[in-house]
């Protein structure tokens, strides 16, 4: 059985994941605000609270 204070550092550890994983895909340019905006659409509670990067990324068939 987990103790609250393993329950609370996994889910940290899952949140810093997530975060990693939205910025790795910012940087390598496969987020676009379409997809952004698609992927809070589809999960809300998830993806939501990057909802204010949507105007600064790149839109679906920009280059650079």
Excluded: C, H
Aim: glycine content about 10%; overall charge positive; aromatic content about 10%.
């Amino acid at each position: 059985m987990k103790t609250q204070l393993q329950i609370f550092y996994e889910q940290e550890r899952k949140i810093g994941e997530r975060n990693e994983l939205f910025m790795d895909m910012v940087r390598d340019g496969s987020m676009t605000n379409q997809s952004l905006a698609a992927m809070i659409k589809r999960r809300p509670q998830k993806w939501g609270r990057f909802a204010g990067f949507i105007g600064k990324l790149k839109d679906e068939g920009e280059t650079t």
